[in-house]
């Protein structure tokens, strides 16, 4: 078992003002996003300006603050949002929703599009490929505050985490999370995307990709207490994050699955 390094989730303290870590790494996350996006720019067969990446960044942002917010608080918090609707703002605690922000991004970027004059999915082509690493800094959040973290386990990795009641050695489930979701897609989607592609493929390999890799984390991952479950076909596995990737994994599938056709036949 190895040792959780516990790290006093508030960075900063100045009287009443407390600078958290989770928004650190939403900072670094958007930082990151502006950084790669720039350096991919360049690229030959890439077709944007630093103007537009600067703008895209500031939707970006929006749709995933308040699409996170809310996804989180109607998909796994409906209960007591219908009880204490001031919840949707406490955002300190924690608690965003990936498939929610994605929701809230989506939106964000079929604005951008239309104020932009370009396609839909030549946008989302190009933010699929930095959404990665914004996913793995905000796992490093998670992993700080000892939040969604896994099944009890005895592998030699395990950790015990301060705020498991039960005090059990469970999987660090969100340091799974970063590596697959955070890192490994990165770079499967960097590489990828290097050569120019056909229009929607990338965006339809991301959404694979994550929609797999989540759904395999949650085999180790242990859903929130206010949760349960979440099964509807094996009470024991199939859980609310399940459920939400799986039609990402469909829809990202045919994305992919036609883009390359569409070229192949034209060829």
């Given at each position: 078992?190895?040792?959780?390094?516990?790290?006093?989730?508030?960075?900063?303290?100045?009287?009443p003002?407390k600078?958290?870590?989770y928004?650190?790494?939403?900072?670094?996350?958007?930082?990151?996003?502006?950084?790669?996006?720039?350096?991919?720019?360049?690229q030959?067969?890439?077709?944007?300006t630093?103007?537009?990446?600067?703008?895209?960044?500031?939707?970006?942002?929006?749709g995933?603050?308040?699409?996170?917010?809310?996804?989180?608080?109607?998909f796994?918090?409906l209960?007591y949002?219908?009880?204490?609707?001031?919840?949707?703002?406490?955002?300190?605690?924690?608690?965003?929703s990936?498939h929610?922000?994605?929701?809230?991004?989506?939106?964000?970027?079929?604005?951008?599009?239309?104020?932009?004059?370009?396609?839909?999915?030549?946008?989302?082509?190009?933010?699929?490929?930095?959404v990665?690493?914004?996913?793995a800094?905000?796992?490093?959040?998670?992993?700080i505050?000892?939040?969604?973290?896994?099944?009890?386990?005895?592998?030699p990795?395990a950790?015990?985490?301060p705020?498991?009641?039960?005090?059990?050695?469970?999987?660090?489930?969100?340091?799974y999370?970063?590596?697959l979701?955070?890192?490994?897609?990165?770079?499967?989607?960097?590489?990828?995307?290097?050569?120019p592609?056909?229009?929607k493929a990338?965006?339809?390999?991301?959404?694979?990709?994550?929609?797999?890799?989540?759904?395999?984390?949650?085999f180790?991952?242990?859903?929130?207490?206010h949760?349960?479950?979440?099964?509807?076909?094996?009470?024991?596995?199939?859980?609310?994050?399940m459920?939400l990737?799986?039609?990402?994994?469909?829809?990202?599938g045919?994305?992919?699955?036609?883009?390359?056709?569409?070229?192949?036949?034209?060829?």
């Open positions: 078992m190895i040792a959780y390094p516990e790290i006093d989730p508030v960075a900063l303290a100045i009287g003002l600078i958290h870590w928004g650190i790494t939403y900072l670094v996350a958007f930082a990151g996003f502006w950084f790669f996006a720039r350096l991919k720019s360049k030959k067969h890439v077709d944007w630093y103007e537009q990446i600067d703008d895209l960044l500031f939707y970006g942002a929006m995933v603050v308040i699409g996170g917010r809310m996804g989180y608080t109607l796994y918090n209960d949002f219908l009880h204490d609707p001031l919840i949707l703002f406490q955002i300190q605690k924690g608690g965003m990936f929610g922000g994605l929701l809230g991004v989506l939106a964000a970027m079929w604005l951008f599009a239309r104020k932009t004059k370009k396609s839909f999915f030549v946008v989302t082509d190009f933010i699929a490929v930095m990665p690493f914004g996913l800094s905000g796992r490093i959040g998670n992993f505050n000892a939040e969604l973290w896994g099944r009890p386990t005895d592998l990795w950790m015990v985490f705020t498991d009641p039960l005090g059990l050695a469970r999987h660090p489930s969100m340091l999370e970063f590596l979701e955070g890192v490994l897609l990165f770079i499967i989607l960097w590489i990828y995307s290097s050569k592609r056909p229009v990338v965006s339809g390999l991301f959404l694979m990709l994550y929609s797999l890799f989540r759904s395999l984390v949650e180790v991952r242990q859903p929130d207490s949760m349960g479950e979440q099964g509807f076909i094996a009470t024991d596995w199939l859980t609310m994050g459920i990737s799986f039609p990402m994994f469909i829809l990202g045919y994305l992919f699955y036609f883009s390359i056709k569409k070229v192949r036949y034209r060829s």
